[in-house]
């Protein structure tokens, strides 16, 4: 059975672990009701759409949550779109909700900034860990066989060949046919996805 994404009650992201020992302070002087607003600003100047913020702070009739609320569950999970991929950013670093949603509202400003940089091929990397799994999905597993082999790429032995840019637009060339919208499917994404994660650690420049 999937679960739906709301804004209450929290619906913390599948594949995220939970934060075990949290910290009791934060640097962050701010509300709830000011991180809550300046995330939600963050996130529509970053271009994001159908934006949902998920807490354990229950809705008021004008669909916002109320400002002065401090739930025992501190953790928030926020959802959007952004060129048609949907992505999900959630902390619970923090033993106050104000604090996580602050952190969040910083890591889309953050995202902001190498995006007003000019760097696209870094900004691309660095949200690519965020997109959403579909809801009730299991998380990724690394590649059960070896990269290279899910790649296509077995002829192709040692650092000679080892670059990004060659691994990169191999991933692009096999993700046209094993992405689930182009008749493939989430197993055969997931494990193209995991390949290309150990081919990049592995890679030279």
Same mark, same amino acid.
């Given at each position: ?22 910290? #009791? ?16 600003? %963050? ?38 779109? #952004?060129? *048609? /991929? ?11 909700? #104000? ?15 190498? %995006? ?24 990724? /597993?690394?590649?059960? #066989? ?10 192709? *032995? ?14 692009? *060339? ?32």
């Amino acid at each position: 059975m999937t679960k739906k994404i709301t804004a209450f009650p929290l619906r913390w992201p599948d594949g995220w672990k939970r934060t075990t020992n949290r910290k #009791r302070a934060s640097a962050y002087k701010t509300s709830f009701a000011a991180a809550y607003d300046d995330t939600l600003r %963050e996130l529509r100047l970053f271009g994001a759409t159908a934006i949902v913020i998920s807490t354990e702070v229950p809705i008021n009739r004008n669909g916002r949550p109320y400002a002065d609320a401090d739930p025992a569950e501190p953790g928030v999970a926020v959802y959007f779109t #952004r060129k *048609q /991929q949907p992505y999900v950013l959630a902390c619970d670093l923090y033993d106050r909700l #104000r604090w996580n949603m602050r952190a969040v509202g910083l890591a889309i400003a953050g995202l902001r900034a190498v %995006e007003r940089s000019g760097a696209a091929h870094l900004l691309d990397r660095a949200v690519a860990g965020f997109a959403a799994l579909p809801s009730g999905a299991p998380a990724p /597993q690394p590649a059960a #066989r070896p990269w290279r082999e899910v790649m296509n790429l077995e002829g192709f *032995q040692g650092p000679s060949f080892v670059m990004r840019a060659g691994i990169e637009a191999q991933y692009k *060339q096999l993700a046209r046919t094993r992405h689930p919208d182009a008749g493939g499917s989430d197993a055969a994404m997931a494990e193209l996805n995991a390949a290309r994660e150990e081919a990049l650690r592995e890679c030279s420049e």
